[in-house]
């Protein structure tokens, strides 16, 4: 296995990860809306690197997908940085989400 398919199965590998949390972190979200206990706006503040300004997480998720598709066509290094950043983000924030209301 090459380097670059090695990175691209640990990009793909992390991203479905994220996916199936951001669902169960979404409907959570879901839930906290309707008993008026999430008033923010987005989940990353504007400085976070993200095109997407969403209260859910499914439009990041998305977002790390598109660049993802962009770096297996290019194999752009400054794109692989950026989409292990948003990743990194993405693990971290969610992981602090399920912490915060598993703790409740």
């Keep these: 296995m090459t380097m670059t398919s090695a990175i691209n199965q640990q990009l793909i590998d992390n991203i479905s990860i994220i996916l199936k949390k951001s669902l169960t972190a979404d409907a959570t ?4 809306r309707e008993n008026k206990k999430a008033g923010f706006k987005a989940i990353f ?4 690197g993200f095109e997407a300004k969403a209260d859910t997480f499914q439009p990041y998720v998305e977002e790390v997908a598109d660049d993802l598709l962009k770096w297996q066509q290019t194999q752009d290094q400054k794109l692989l940085i950026v989409l ?6 993405l693990f971290q924030v969610l992981a602090n989400f399920e912490s915060s209301y598993q703790e409740k």
């Design 29 to 32: 979200l879901s839930d906290f």
């Design 45 to 48: 503040t504007e400085d976070a």
């Design 84 to 89: 292990v950043k948003k990743i990194e983000q």
